[in-house]
DNA sequence: GTCTATAGCGCGATAGAC
DNA sequence: GTCTATCGCGCTATAGAC
């Protein structure tokens, strides 16, 4: 087990700092001083702020879509992967302190002090999303597990929309233990 | 047709620029450009920034669950309710420009770095939406209007979360079209 | 009630030694 | 690759004239 390199030390702070504070209220200085180095050692590793968000969205992101492949292409049920998926915000929402929300949806309410790179990670991170739940979605209702009304496109904005807003919700109010309990509503309501 | 009182213009801007870019990305300096006086000016009607924060969430609840107990108290079937009430968040989302988000949903996401006070507002927000859309939800249940699987408490919080959540990402893409297709979704799984 | 002027601080970023 | 030192800017906030 080696120790992680200051990129990365960097990174993983710099995405719970934003995680629980947001990008505007984040600073180099709380980062050097969480990872124990100086402010101009960061300029090194990431020259600007704008730099330092792109490869933390790209890192999120190829992160978050192993995982949900990963999930889509299991030998498991539609209901079982819908709920893994669910999980993989749940695991956002209870990693370390409580105080923690979705990175990307800190960014979306972020969205218009973005760069054009970052809102178009952003952009691209929300359709991929609903992209995927589709399929999910779809095979589901292949399977007769899944018996909700209408479109799979309508439905899975409804998901990714409950999933996003659910985390900045319940970490003002009721923590996981809500956001777990709104999830198993949802399954419900998918199964019909 | 009188001309709004300083204080008003203030407020409003304030409002609208924290919808569009958030708290922590709005500026004393951006206000007085928008009214047309100068920094100091605004200080005297709002000494502190945190101030301003706490008389715009006062202002905003007020006028929001006036909105939401009309739509409640009056004689429409619990789905006409139900649709007036996302219409309110409709109506955020697409007045003016398309860029603003719901006010207290941005500040859902900036919640870390507010006072106390602020902090609090957001909770009671939250935590009033989700008592009144019980009673909602109470209702369309007793007219056999709604037959949704599950509680209406975990009901009520997937609805929530959804608009809160569904402002944010089709800000990003979609738009208000986007949001309206996910009201309707919502709607039918409600009716089951 | 609005103004000019300014204090005091934190920010992102850079130069250059080691 | 990390450091010290510093620049220039924008921020919230205040003092005091009008």
Do not use: W
């Not at 990174?11 to 969480?34: K, P």
């Not at 973005?114 to 952009?123: D, I, R």
């Amino acid at each position: 087990m080696t120790a992680k390199d200051t990129r990365t030390q960097i990174l993983d702070t710099a995405q719970e700092l934003i995680q629980r504070v947001g990008l505007n209220a984040m600073s180099y200085a709380d980062i050097s001083t969480a990872v124990g180095i100086r402010k101009a050692s960061i300029h090194y590793h990431f020259p600007s702020k704008d730099n330092l968000v792109v490869a933390l969205l790209d890192r999120f992101s190829s992160y978050f879509f192993r995982l949900f492949d990963v999930i889509l292409d299991s030998p498991e049920s539609p209901e079982i992967k819908l709920r893994r998926y669910c999980d993989l915000f749940i695991a956002t929402l209870s990693s370390g302190n409580q105080d923690k929300a979705c990175l990307y949806g800190m960014l979306g309410a972020e969205l218009k002090t973005l760069n054009s790179s970052s809102n178009e990670q952003v952009l691209k991170f929300y359709r991929d999303n609903q992209t995927r739940l589709v399929q999910l979605l779809q095979q589901g209702r292949e399977t007769g597990e899944f018996k909700f009304p209408g479109q799979v496109e309508s439905m899975a904005m409804v998901i990714f929309s409950m999933l996003e807003g659910g985390i900045l919700v319940t970490r003002a109010d009721g923590g996981v233990a809500q956001f777990r309990e709104m999830v198993e509503q949802l399954i419900q309501v998918v199964k019909g």
